[in-house]
């Protein structure tokens, strides 16, 4: 079964961390960019971070920038999304996506994950 699995959320505190995993099965990510989006109730989903394929380019969305950090270890077959100093504006579900091209549209992500909870709270 071909999928993706996201790890490592949870609640935390403000100003606090979390790194999130999104790890493949099935395929291999290398071939592939990557991406996080993340919804928050009542809002429309958004882009986080983007990798490509060899992990040379990135990209962030503005409301992330300098805390987020995304990488790739293609010899596990796993994405991370590093977050640092979180507010609580950060609170959503958070989604992996894998597409065959680099800043692609939405609708062309193939394979999703099934999303995890990241809290922001005191």
């Known amino acids: 079964q071909l999928q993706l699995v996201e790890s490592g959320g949870g609640l935390v505190q403000p100003g606090g961390s979390l790194t999130l995993s999104c790890t493949a099965s099935g395929f291999t990510l290398n071939s592939y960019a990557v991406a996080w989006f993340r919804q928050a109730p009542g809002k429309e989903r958004e882009g986080v971070a983007l990798?490509?394929?060899?992990?040379?380019?990135?990209n962030y969305g503005d409301a992330v920038k300098g805390r987020f950090n995304i990488a790739r270890d293609n010899a596990k077959n796993t994405i991370f999304l590093q977050m640092m100093n979180l507010k609580p504006e950060d609170t959503a579900i958070y989604y992996c996506a894998a597409a065959r091209t680099y800043m692609t549209a939405i609708e062309k992500y193939s394979y999703w994950g099934q999303g995890i909870q990241v809290t922001v709270s005191s």
């Open positions: 990798i490509s394929s060899s992990g040379g380019q990135t």
